[in-house]
């Protein structure tokens, strides 16, 4: 792709960036498949995986947009591409620094703005427009929420989330941890902080991000990461780390840190995460039809979840546009795509 234009449409939802870019406008290679999920399954690649993938055109993209120095190994975006039927409004391919994930729920939420904020799918000025969306792991909604004619947050719709096990115990170099695995379009396992002598802060960030590599390394091929839609859904995507908080009057509150893929940071409590904490808090009892979870972030910003009948989940959040790109490929620049630090 060397000497071609990239544009972008960046967001951020409760921190956590997002960079759009619609492959459908023209200018990048499509890519075969008659799904989202085989469009997927096509850019890894015969013999990759979805932290692993193989080179490919659109990958090219991908890194040139993750990598130093136009991205960051923070970097978070999605492809935006053909829906799977008219059904939904179109399709995307969610990625980040080591490849492609399977759901993205702060994503959803910037693609919901970001289709009410340029037209592409009609919002009253006042009111609420449905955003569809074929995802890897299914079809999700963004309700885009509207006042005095501007977006003023975004409830996102999740496939169903589901129990996989309760208190696998874990070794790791902090001490014994039980964990739960729940999938909500990805696979995330959740474990106390404070039972490894941690505290969901910055300053324990480095603490948090080893501890949870060593839990998903650790889960690697424990059964209850399989999904029954295939090996592109199974293996621990996430793992969260939470430590409570004093109850609201609407429900439980807590903060978490999400770290996914090789380590890295959600900056915000995690939308598809936010799904998985909310069925473990259902089937603990401690989340009712009428409550709401307060999910707080590493970085202070918030998510409020609740759950909905038939395992679905709701997570409400707030996007915001922080620029639109034209990214450039230098065919004499000798860094190419770029580098992670």
Not at 85 to 98: E, M, N, Q, R, T
Not at 216 to 241: C, D, K, N
Not at 303 to 313: A, C, E, K, Q
């Amino acid at each position: 792709m060397t000497g071609s234009a990239v544009r972008t449409t960046d967001y951020h939802t409760a921190g956590e960036p997002f960079r759009i870019v619609d492959t459908t406008a023209g200018g990048l290679p499509p890519v075969p498949g008659d799904t989202v999920a085989e469009r997927c399954a096509t850019v890894i690649g015969p013999g990759g995986s979805a932290t692993a993938p193989r080179r490919g055109p659109l990958d090219e993209v991908r890194r040139l947009l993750v990598q130093e120095p136009r991205g960051h190994a923070g970097m978070y975006g999605g492809f935006v591409v053909p829906a799977d039927d008219d059904g939904a409004h179109f399709g995307v391919l969610f990625w980040h620094k080591d490849g492609y994930s399977t759901a993205c729920g702060h994503g959803s939420m910037a693609l919901g703005a970001w289709a009410v904020d340029t037209g592409r799918v009609a919002a009253p000025d006042d009111g609420d427009a449905q955003v569809r969306m074929d995802v890897p792991s299914g079809r999700v909604t963004a309700t885009v929420h509207r006042a005095g004619g501007r977006t003023t947050g975004v409830t996102f719709r999740n496939v169903p989330a589901r129990v996989g096990a309760r208190k696998v115990p874990v070794a790791t170099t902090l001490g014994l941890a039980e964990v739960d695995i729940a999938h909500a379009g990805a696979c995330y396992a959740s474990l106390r902080a404070r039972d490894l002598g941690l505290e969901v802060s910055g300053a324990a960030l480095p603490a948090l991000v080893r501890a949870a590599q060593e839990v998903r390394a650790a889960l690697a091929t424990h059964p209850a990461t399989w999904h029954p839609g295939g090996a592109l859904l199974s293996g621990v995507y996430g793992v969260i780390l939470h430590e409570e908080l004093p109850d609201t009057p609407f429900g439980p509150h807590q903060r978490n840190v999400t770290v996914f893929a090789d380590g890295q940071i959600d900056r915000s409590p995690c939308g598809s995460g936010t799904s998985a904490r909310l069925a473990l808090l259902a089937e603990d009892g401690r989340l009712g039809a009428d409550e709401d979870l307060l999910h707080e972030s590493v970085t202070g910003t918030v998510f409020t979840g609740r759950i909905l009948p038939g395992g679905l989940t709701e997570v409400t959040g707030n996007a915001y546009r922080t620029g639109e790109h034209t990214f450039l490929a230098d065919p004499y620049d000798p860094l190419g795509a770029g580098f992670l630090l």
